[in-house]
Structure formats: structure tokens, C-alpha cells
């Protein structure tokens, strides 16, 4: 009886694992997607506005479906799932913005490729989820192909100031991702993306406070809202959500072997609709990411 039990939860167990994995980059295809929406947008938009106004885009969709399904969060544990929303987009985009304000951006593509690094150290003595070989061979080959899609390269002119900045803000983007973990094992992914939805906009309005924008006027020009709303939406909504379930079945450190697969999805879609094209590094580089995916796909098969 105990092997046929065995025989039955095991299917189940993969499948939801697969369906965490899935989750994962159903999330990463929602940001390439808002990313590919901000690209054209941030050229006629202040940044510190659009993220602000992307966010409440978001909001208004979140805590109503939230509502209408019986999964507000908490008010005993809402201050603590509201946790990922202070790093992530809080400070996540303070430090960014701050450091990118003085430092090269390519400079900033290639700290942020070590984000995936950064979740699996702080993944082992917080979450207790001890990084396996082929876990870290994932990040490797996916930081690697980071590197190359985003033609990164280490600038000697960047400034001390800028770049301490930037690795605050990657810190806070691993914290989010851990915290996330610790969190959706016991919390609805909705819930999760309601209480972050508020916790980010209060860090946000806060931000507009002490660095106001020059000028609202573009803003509130009719055309670009609606592009505003959706990538909101995909971007802080839908990929939040996607993320949050995906972790419930995901360890953190398996979960960020996956984020470079952004780059790729991002790759792609400017190559089809912005007409960007890829050169031989960037194609290597894509190469490694989808290549890190099937390192990470394989061992969830040979773990079940």
C-alpha cells in the first residue's frame, strides 16, 4: 500500500514542481514583455513617474480581484508579506535609479547579472536551502549569457558611489526573491501581490517626495497611458503573481537560475518588433541561458 501511495503522490509532486517552474517563466516572459512596453515609454517619460504610475495601474486591478476572491491579505500577516514590496520595486528602484543617475548603464546590466548569484548565497543560511552543484552551474552559465546578450562590460570611469548604489539595489532584488520563497510556502500568491502593492507605492509616493519630478506633463498626455497601465500591470501584476506561485513549489536558488531567461525573452522580442538584431555574442549568450534552463529542468526530472 505504501508503494502504491508512493507511486501516486510522486506524478502530483512533479507536477506541481513543473507547474512552479512554469510559473517562473510565465513571470520572466511578463517582464520582457513590460520591459519591451517601458524601453519605448521611458524615452518620453520621467522614470521615477512611470514607475510610480505603473504600479498604481497594477493596484487598481490587484486589490479588487483580490477582493472579489477572498484574498486580501491578512491583517495579522499583512505588514509581513507586505515585506517583498518594500524591496521590490521599493528600494530596488531607489538605489537603482540613484546609481544609474551617475553611472554608466551598461555598468548597471552587468551588476544586475549577478542578482541570480546573490539569491543562491543568501538562499543557504536564511531559507536553509543548500545550493547544489548543478544549481550553481545553472547561475554560472545563465550569468555568463546575461553578460553577453547585454554586451556588458566592466567601465574603469564608473564612480565608487554609483556602483555601491546599484549593488544595494541588487541586494534588495535578492532579498525580495528569498523573502518571497519564505513567504508563498504558506500565503496565497495574490494575497502576496496585494500587501507588496502597497507596501511599494508608499515607498515610491515617498521617493517622489524627496526626488520630485522635473515635469508631469508628458505624463499625463492621453496616448502613453495605456501602454503605462499594461506594462504595470504585466510587470508588477501579473508577473508578480506568477513569481510568487512559481516560489511556492520552487527553492529560491533553482527559481533564480531561471531570471536570466528575461534577457532572452526580451532578446527576442526586440528582434521581432523593435527590429534589434542579435550579433554572435549575444547569440552565444542566449545560448548559455536556454542551456542553464535545460541544466535546471533536468534536475528537477533526476531529483523525482
Same mark, same amino acid.
Given at each position: 500500500?505504501?508503494?502504491?501511495?508512493? #507511486?501516486?503522490? $510522486?506524478? +502530483?509532486? &512533479?507536477?506541481?514542481?513543473? @507547474? /512552479?517552474?512554469?510559473? =517562473?517563466? *510565465? !513571470?520572466?516572459?511578463?517582464?520582457?514583455?513590460?520591459?519591451?512596453?517601458?524601453?519605448?515609454?521611458?524615452?518620453?517619460?520621467?522614470?521615477?513617474?512611470?514607475?510610480?504610475?505603473?504600479?498604481?495601474?497594477?493596484?487598481?486591478?490587484?486589490?479588487?480581484?483580490?477582493?472579489?476572491?477572498?484574498?486580501?491579505?491578512?491583517?495579522?500577516?499583512?505588514?509581513?508579506?507586505?515585506?517583498?514590496?518594500?524591496?521590490?520595486?521599493?528600494?530596488?528602484?531607489?538605489?537603482?535609479?540613484?546609481?544609474?543617475?551617475?553611472?554608466?548603464?551598461?555598468?548597471?546590466?552587468?551588476?544586475?547579472?549577478?542578482?541570480?548569484?546573490?539569491?543562491?548565497?543568501?538562499?543557504?543560511?536564511?531559507?536553509?536551502?543548500?545550493? #547544489?552543484?548543478? $544549481?550553481? +552551474?545553472? &547561475?554560472?552559465?545563465?550569468? @555568463? /549569457?546575461?553578460?553577453? =546578450?547585454? *554586451? !556588458?562590460?566592466?567601465?574603469?570611469?564608473?564612480?565608487?558611489?554609483?556602483?555601491?548604489?546599484?549593488?544595494?539595489?541588487?541586494?534588495?532584488?535578492?532579498?525580495?526573491?528569498?523573502?518571497?520563497?519564505?513567504?508563498?510556502?504558506?500565503?496565497?500568491?495574490?494575497?502576496?501581490?496585494?500587501?507588496?502593492?502597497?507596501?511599494?507605492?508608499?515607498?515610491?509616493?515617498?521617493?517622489?517626495?524627496?526626488?520630485?519630478?522635473?515635469?508631469?506633463?508628458?505624463?499625463?498626455?492621453?496616448?502613453?497611458?495605456?501602454?503605462?497601465?499594461?506594462?504595470?500591470?504585466?510587470?508588477?501584476g501579473v508577473a508578480t503573481i506568477l513569481f510568487n506561485y512559481g516560489l511556492s513549489h520552487v527553492?529560491?536558488?533553482?527559481?533564480?537560475?531561471?531570471?536570466?531567461?528575461?534577457? &532572452?525573452?526580451?532578446?527576442?522580442?526586440?528582434?521581432?518588433?523593435?527590429?534589434?538584431?542579435?550579433?554572435?555574442?549575444?547569440?552565444?549568450?542566449?545560448?548559455?541561458?536556454?542551456?542553464?534552463?535545460?541544466?535546471?529542468?533536468?534536475?528537477?526530472?533526476?531529483?523525482?
Amino acid at each position: 500500500m505504501d508503494q502504491l501511495l508512493t #507511486k501516486i503522490r $510522486t506524478p +502530483l509532486h &512533479v507536477s506541481r514542481l513543473h @507547474l /512552479g517552474y512554469a510559473g =517562473i517563466i *510565465g !513571470a520572466c516572459l511578463c517582464v520582457s514583455v513590460a520591459t519591451l512596453l517601458t524601453k519605448h515609454l521611458v524615452q518620453n517619460v520621467p522614470p521615477q513617474a512611470l514607475v510610480f504610475l505603473q504600479l498604481l495601474a497594477s493596484a487598481t486591478v490587484i486589490w479588487p480581484a483580490a477582493a472579489l476572491t477572498g484574498r486580501l491579505p491578512p491583517r495579522r500577516t499583512a505588514l509581513r508579506l507586505a515585506l517583498p514590496g518594500f524591496l521590490q520595486p521599493g528600494l530596488v528602484y531607489l538605489f537603482a535609479f540613484a546609481g544609474l543617475a551617475i553611472t554608466p548603464a551598461n555598468v548597471e546590466s552587468l551588476l544586475f547579472a549577478f542578482e541570480s548569484v546573490l539569491v543562491v548565497l543568501l538562499a543557504w543560511p536564511l531559507l536553509r536551502e543548500r545550493p #547544489k552543484a548543478s $544549481t550553481l +552551474l545553472s &547561475v554560472a552559465l545563465g550569468t @555568463l /549569457g546575461v553578460i553577453l =546578450i547585454t *554586451g !556588458a562590460a566592466p567601465d574603469r570611469t564608473a564612480p565608487v558611489v554609483g556602483v555601491v548604489l546599484i549593488l544595494l539595489g541588487v541586494l534588495a532584488a535578492a532579498l525580495d526573491t528569498v523573502a518571497s520563497r519564505a513567504l508563498a510556502i504558506n500565503a496565497h500568491p495574490l494575497a502576496m501581490a496585494a500587501a507588496s502593492h502597497t507596501a511599494g507605492l508608499v515607498i515610491i509616493a515617498v521617493a517622489l517626495m524627496i526626488w520630485p519630478v522635473q515635469s508631469w506633463e508628458l505624463v499625463w498626455r492621453a496616448a502613453p497611458l495605456p501602454a503605462i497601465a499594461v506594462s504595470g500591470i504585466l510587470l508588477h501584476g501579473v508577473a508578480t503573481i506568477l513569481f510568487n506561485y512559481g516560489l511556492s513549489h520552487v527553492e529560491a536558488g533553482p527559481a533564480a537560475a531561471l531570471f536570466p531567461a528575461v534577457s &532572452v525573452f526580451t532578446g527576442i522580442g526586440a528582434y521581432i518588433f523593435l527590429g534589434e538584431r542579435l550579433n554572435s555574442p549575444q547569440l552565444a549568450g542566449a545560448a548559455l541561458v536556454i542551456g542553464a534552463a535545460f541544466v535546471m529542468a533536468r534536475q528537477s526530472e533526476a531529483k523525482h
